[in-house]
């Protein structure tokens, strides 16, 4: 969705106040409701993670007591899942002061973040399942077949750390 429709379906939304803010503060109100929709949305994101790495404990915890595997690949993942985990939580959310020497956050660059930040649902959807067919490979007792999904999810995980990394220069880009 281009960045323009996102914002005037944000702007369909809104209610009277919003309308009257926007009107004297010159979009000021759908700033603030691109930002709000966007915090939620990576708080959405925080808690799948964070429920995605107690499946992945668990998991971890059976791998040890069979002692299937080498663990290693194991714990790198949970390093990973928490170190993208804070990322998603500890976001840059597009404030910007009034005498900012980075320049003013405008509702295109909201948007586009917002719009950015809805497609890495697809990568934590594909985190979700893949996690939750190692589980069942590991109720079903099959080590054999974990240690490929083991490379998945932590390939998935170091991807989708990487496309999180570029939304801050969407935020802010280079320029001279």
């Not at 009257?20 to 966007?38: A, P, S």
């Not at 990322?87 to 840059?92: L, N, T, Y």
């Not at 948007?111 to 996690?131: C, P, Q, T, V």
């Not at 054999?144 to 999904?149: G, L, N, R, S, V």
Request: net charge negative; glycine share 4%.
């Amino acid at each position: 969705m281009a960045e323009r429709e996102t914002i005037e379906k944000v702007k369909e939304r809104q209610g009277i106040l919003s309308k009257i803010q926007n009107f004297f503060t010159l979009g000021y109100g759908t700033k603030e409701d691109l930002r709000e929709l966007d915090k939620k949305l990576r708080d959405n994101y925080y808690a799948d993670l964070r429920d995605m790495r107690h499946v992945w404990e668990d998991l971890y915890l059976a791998v040890l007591d069979v002692g299937a595997a080498s663990s290693r690949d194991y714990k790198k993942v949970i390093q990973v899942l928490d170190r993208v985990t804070e990322k998603v939580r500890h976001a840059d959310y597009g404030y910007a002061g009034l005498r900012d020497r980075k320049g003013h956050i405008r509702e295109e660059e909201l948007a586009r973040i917002f719009n950015s930040d809805r497609d890495l649902g697809n990568d934590i959807d594909s985190m979700k399942e893949a996690i939750n067919k190692t589980q069942m490979e590991a109720e079903a007792e099959n080590w054999t077949a974990i240690p490929d999904q083991v490379k998945k999810i932590k390939n998935l995980l170091l991807t989708f750390e990487n496309r999180w990394n570029d939304r801050e220069k969407q935020f802010r880009p280079l320029e001279i």
